[in-house]
């Protein structure tokens, strides 16, 4: 950072305000920036989730106010330099764990933004900071990152040493789990590895390092180490007696020349092993290689494991890793028991409320243990909000840095979510200022063995096999199994990432209010007998939240457009259109280029707002891909050429149907007046808007091969080609053709090219459309549970007339219209 001057920041940054300077300066100084900003994208990002978690604290230990801090953050992000390709950079520099550890620690957990993590790191980096001069003084900086991040990254000390928010609870919790590990218990199943580490960051937390003394001592143990422990010879005269071999010795090479060798002051024989090796097996009782490699044995693991994930992948509702409804109904009159007791010393009670909360929120025991307590609706953890208990929770950003984007939907960092009133009745006399420290007076391997032994009383007094492990996964299998709601609601219920979930996370999007009323809805089909008792309850369920947040707090994907926004250029660009008379448009070349470069514009942004296409180069490379008499088209938007990975036949909307018929009509007649200007372009359009091009393909091979070709959009033109406009030097159109690639339409589309996935799933998923039938359309399958399986009940055509209602409903509120083209209507 010392090559950063202010006039460098000033040129870079194009800051003109002196205070503005300075704050940018103290930033990235203390944040530790390199001169050239490689990785700042990246690093900066983790500053701004802790920002947007806590912002107190953060402006706090960065000297800065909060509206200057703020500021900065979109100065960064609004970074265009000559340098900008090493701002973003996604790779970790060489030597920054080392010369700039804080830098390099704040780029590496740009990945693991939970806020798990964020209390963590914050608590860290306050400590650091505050005492930057003693650790760098000391040279202890390097040393006590290194021992943070590996702690972390390590899920077996993670939740031992992380789960408090306090310093001293994390410096008790770190040294508790140090003492364990020394024990070497032969029980301890935490890694002996980590105690180094274990040692460094509690010294770090605690200041106390003391000069490291210098003792030199020959025992015994170091003269055996001159003996290797592996390698053995036998002992001249003797069957069975072995003694180890010496290791390789060094001398200094004065020594050496001198005729001095290390080993003669060392007994000949000092260690006697009396075991004599193994003898030799006969040829035909080694194993053979073609047990050891049986091809068929492979065969039949690597098969039974494919169909142990197409069980788990298709769960039914009857399956033992669901809690069956007379043990869901027997563990619920359980947990809502008001009888005392005290096992292990805690109060029945107390376990019946982390049992409830660990069946409701789909987390584990130990993410149930490490909920902190919130004072106010925007941090993160438990808040009692008189009648209500909330849990504000921070799901993992799905974009690096928030996109400020006043066409897209805004996206919060914490949301809160009620708790079913029914339960709270249960928890609520634990829900008090002492909340957090009952339940953390006890260890949680000792919360464990509570639960356990609670649990293994119900099962011998009912017959029944409830675990711990049934319960924390209940609500996950029963969505899995019933397939009725959609699974990134407990991805935010529980702050985490499920690799099931992790797809349709990032397009999925809710507000505050619909998140409790979905959530609020399957928890009373769970926990409800009666029907009529899911209606009454499901509007008196909805949290208290303040007005100042109740119209911006949403969460989940980033790119989702606003309704009205969309519908605002569709209507522009359909005006202008419309506006053009038949004669003006095929007059000059220029006005006919001009016409097709609008219209092919207004049908991709069509084709990808009906049908949920990725932002690929081409989409629908061909008509032959357009199987309209079945209402459907094919797609292939992550190309592959030589495999069908997510190529997929989705719905096509009517309207969309019959604008790809207007626009097949529409290059044949552009075909038509450019072929003297563009010969090579018109023949092109001539190929694409001919019917019979795959019918004169006799052979099964040729129909395969030239579907190969045309289905991967990166490896062909495709057929919307847009044409440059007149160059400012020349009387002539330049005869340069792009194709719809991402990056050219960019320039002429305002919103993100996957806005149609991302409004399209949050449609279909406010419409109450079946899960298997949103994830036909997204393309968004897991191992066993693609489409016409041997299993699958799944219909192409009865999936398709399922969801066009839908969608026709969809394109009619955006206002999308088919349009003809000006140049067939001049001709018809």
């Known amino acids: 950072m010392a090559d950063l001057s202010e006039q460098t920041l000033s040129e870079i940054f194009n800051l003109i305000d002196e205070e503005q300077l300075n704050t940018m300066a103290k930033l990235l100084e203390m944040i530790d920036c390199p001169s050239d900003l490689r990785g700042l994208r990246k690093a900066i990002a983790t500053v701004e989730y802790l920002f947007s978690l806590y912002p107190s604290r953060v402006t706090s230990l960065f000297g800065i106010d909060h509206n200057s801090f703020k500021a900065s953050l979109l100065i960064i992000h609004s970074y265009q330099h000559k340098n900008s390709s090493a701002f973003w950079k996604d790779s970790h520099g060489r030597g920054w764990k080392s010369e700039r550890p804080i830098y390099s620690l704040l780029f590496i957990f740009s990945d693991n933004r939970t806020s798990h993590a964020a209390a963590a790191l914050l608590l860290f980096l306050e400590h650091y900071l505050n005492n930057e001069t003693k650790i760098v003084g000391q040279n202890r900086a390097e040393e006590s990152v290194r021992a943070f991040r590996m702690l972390y990254a390590d899920e077996s000390t993670r939740d031992e040493c992380f789960r408090e928010s306090s310093l001293d609870r994390t410096v008790n919790n770190i040294f508790a789990l140090k003492e364990r590990l020394k024990n070497d218990d032969d029980d301890n199943y935490l890694p002996r590895a980590q105690l180094g580490y274990l040692y460094q960051l509690e010294h770090f937390y605690r200041l106390d390092w003391v000069t490291r003394g210098r003792h030199e001592r020959r025992t015994a143990k170091r003269i055996r180490g001159h003996y290797s422990r592996k390698r053995y010879e036998r ?178 960092s914490v949301i809160s979510i009620a708790l079913p009133e029914h339960l709270v009745t249960y928890i609520s006399p634990y829900f008090s200022d002492t909340f957090i420290e009952l339940i953390q007076q006890k260890k949680p391997i000792e919360w464990q063995d509570v639960i356990q032994r609670y649990l293994k009383d119900l099962n011998r007094k009912f017959s029944i096999q409830i675990s711990l492990t049934r319960i924390e996964h209940h609500l996950i299998n029963w969505v899995s199994a019933h397939e009725s709601y959609d699974p990134v609601l407990l991805d935010i219920l529980a702050e985490k990432t499920r690799y099931q979930s992790r797809s349709a996370k990032h397009y999925a999007y809710y507000t505050e209010t619909e998140i409790n009323d979905e959530l609020h809805a399957l928890w009373n089909a769970l926990f409800t007998e009666a029907a009529h008792q899911q209606a009454e309850n499901s509007d008196s369920l909805t949290p208290t939240i303040s007005s100042e947040l109740k119209m911006e707090r949403g969460v989940g994907s980033a790119f989702t457009p606003k309704a009205d926004a969309l519908s605002t250029w569709i209507s522009e660009k ?111 359009y001539f190929t694409h808007s001919s019917h019979l091009q795959h019918l004169k393909l006799t052979s099964k091979t040729e129909r395969l091969e030239q579907f190969l070709a045309i289905k991967n959009s990166s490896g062909t033109d495709g057929m919307f080609l847009f044409f440059t406009e007149r160059d400012e030097h020349a009387s002539h159109i330049k005869k340069v053709v792009q194709n719809s690639s991402p990056t050219f339409l960019n320039t002429y589309f305002p919103f993100p090219l996957n806005f149609g996935r991302h409004y399209m799933r949050r449609y279909l998923q406010k419409n109450n459309i079946h899960q298997e039938l949103i994830k036909f359309q997204l393309g968004h399958w897991m191992t066993g549970e693609t489409t016409l399986e041997k299993f699958s009940e799944l219909n192409h055509v009865e999936a398709i007339q399922a969801l066009l209602p839908t969608l026709n409903g969809m394109m009619d509120e955006l206002g999308w219209r088919d349009i003809p083209s000006l140049l067939t209507r001049k001709r018809a």
């Open 235 to 412: 002992i001249t005269g003797s069957d069975d007696l072995m003694t180890p071999s010496l290791n390789t010795q060094k001398l200094k090479r004065i020594y050496e020349e001198a005729g001095v060798t290390k080993s003669e002051d060392l007994p000949d024989v000092t260690v006697i092993k009396s075991s004599s090796p193994p003898q030799p097996l006969q040829p035909y009782e080694e194993a053979s290689t073609s047990v050891v490699k049986d091809s068929a044995l492979h065969w039949f693991k690597t098969n039974k494991v494919n169909i142990d994930i197409r069980r788990c992948h298709n769960l039914l509702p009857t399956s033992r890793t669901i809690l069956q409804p007379h043990e869901l109904k027997i563990l619920m009159s359980s947990l809502t028991n008001t009888s005392t007791g005290i096992i292990g010393g805690i109060d029945k009670k107390l376990i019946r409320a982390v049992l409830l909360i660990v069946l409701i929120t789909a987390r584990d025991l130990q993410s149930v243990l490490s909920i902190k307590q919130a004072s106010t609706q925007k941090e993160v953890g438990f808040h009692f909000d008189g009648n209500y208990i909330l849990l504000n929770v921070a799901p993992e950003p799905t974009t690096l840095s928030p996109i400020h984007n006043e066409l897209l939907l805004p996206v919060s």
């Open 574 to 684: 359909a005006s202008i259109l419309l506006s053009n008379k038949p004669f003006a448009v095929s007059s000059t070349l220029e006005g006919l280029v001009n016409y097709h470069n609008a219209y092919t514009l207004y049908t991709i942004i069509m084709l990808k707002s009906g049908t949920g296409y990725r932002a690929v180069y081409n989409p629908l490379p061909s008509l032959d891909l357009a199987l309209l008499r079945y209402q459907s088209i094919c797609i292939s938007d992550k190309d592959s050429k030589t495999l069908f990975n997510h190529t997929r036949v989705v719905a096509c909307p009517d309207i969309l149907k019959s604008q790809i018929l207007h626009y097949q009509a529409h290059i044949e007649a552009f075909a038509n007046l450019i072929a003297v200007n563009f010969s090579y372009f018109a023949q092109q």
